[in-house]
């Protein structure tokens, strides 16, 4: 943390208190002098410490004000180099379900959520990816938190892009899930890779497309599903629920078997907290590098003008005693 200034030479303006403090000097010698020729006391020194204090004060810091000071501070960004961790968000129109029309949806919460859980791990690399009957990497495992919010919020959608097969009524298949191991997902000398799902577990039946296999093998994908669901949520259009969604009751079960299946857990969105505490655990501690160097700046000049006003306060404030 250091502090500069923009103009220094502003500091001279402080040099303008030497005129009030003439003037005050002129003022009480004067009256000095006129007190002595009709024999009255003179006042205690100790009269004129205030008045004095609150000019060379509000000179001082007018004068620092001028000079415009900056605060500036910096700290290195540090990056782990043996782990990553994927978000894979659902993006079926279920994500649409919502407990009245205007409630916060399924996929919105997905959002919150899933920034809420990076922001707990920060320097882990995370990447982001939308699942349908299909998973599509939209981000690949970054260290930047700014660019990982903005591919969140603008890349990040309902059915965008839609499934392929767009006239199911349900179109969510988990068992997609198998191309975060199978197409380089993960850098490939990450050790500790975690995946993330957000979803409302509203998906497709089993077929015999096994997970465990894929995710097990070394090095393995620690999973966690965060279940976004509840059984009074409907899709609504123009504010009324549409009659061709009803949430799917098995949802949980079947999300229980699939995370038994690849030695995963799966979480409900009410304990968003151990969520976070899982992940922290999960990617734990390791090696890092140095990746860059954030800077503040904090202008210090318009604090400093406005602190000048108060010794000019306490100034009128004693005029009017």
């Known amino acids: 943390m250091s502090i500069s200034f923009l103009t220094?030479?502003?500091?001279?303006?402080?040099?303008?208190?030497?005129?009030?403090?003439?003037?005050?000097a002129h003022i009480r010698e004067r009256a000095r002098r006129s007190r002595r020729a009709i024999g009255l006391t003179q006042p205690p020194l100790r009269s004129y410490l205030v008045p004095v204090a609150a000019l060379v004060s509000m000179a001082g810091l007018l004068g620092l004000s001028a000079a415009q000071p900056v605060l500036e501070r910096s700290t290195t960004h540090r990056v782990r180099t043996d782990a990553e961790v994927f978000f894979v968000l659902d993006t079926t129109r279920s994500m649409l379900a919502r407990p009245s029309p205007g409630a916060a949806?399924?996929?919105?919460?997905?959002?919150?959520?899933?920034?809420?859980?990076?922001?707990?791990?920060?320097g882990v690399p995370a990447g982001l990816a939308s699942v349908t009957d299909r998973t599509l990497p939209h981000l690949f495992p970054s260290a930047d938190e700014d660019l990982f919010r903005a591919t969140l919020d603008r890349a990040i959608g309902v059915e965008r892009p839609p499934p392929v097969h767009t006239l199911r009524t349900?179109?969510?298949?988990?068992?997609?899930?198998?191309a975060v191991a199978t197409r380089g997902f993960f850098s490939p000398?990450?050790?500790?890779?975690?995946?993330?799902?957000?979803?409302?577990?509203?998906t497709l039946p089993a077929?015999?497309?096994?997970?465990g296999p894929l995710f097990l093998r070394p090095p393995a994908i620690e999973t966690v599903f965060l279940h976004l669901w509840s059984s009074d949520e409907r899709v609504f259009t123009r504010g009324v629920a549409e009659p061709g969604y009803r949430p799917?009751?098995?949802?949980?079960?079947?999300?229980?078997?699939?995370?038994?299946?690849?030695?995963?857990s799966v979480l409900s969105e009410d304990n968003l907290?151990?969520?976070?505490?899982?992940?922290?655990?999960?990617?734990?501690?390791?090696?890092?590098?140095?990746?860059?160097?954030?800077?503040?700046?904090?202008?210090?000049?318009?604090?400093?003008?406005a602190g000048a006003f108060l010794p000019l306060a306490l100034l009128l404030w004693r005029r009017d005693r």
């Open 105 to 122: 949806p399924r996929i919105e919460r997905a959002k919150a959520a899933a920034e809420t859980v990076r922001n707990a791990i920060p």
């Open 8 to 24: 220094p030479l502003g500091a001279l303006l402080a040099l303008a208190c030497l005129l009030p403090l003439a003037a005050l």
């Open 170 to 178: 349900r179109a969510t298949q988990l068992e997609a899930l198998s």
């Open 273 to 305: 907290g151990a969520a976070a505490r899982t992940a922290r655990d999960l990617v734990g501690s390791g090696p890092s590098v140095v990746r860059g160097e954030r800077r503040w700046h904090v202008a210090l000049a318009p604090y400093l003008a």
């Open 207 to 211: 077929t015999r497309l096994r997970l």
């Open 189 to 202: 000398t990450t050790r500790k890779r975690l995946l993330f799902v957000l979803t409302d577990g509203e």
């Open 248 to 264: 799917d009751r098995s949802a949980r079960e079947t999300l229980d078997r699939l995370a038994t299946e690849i030695g995963g």
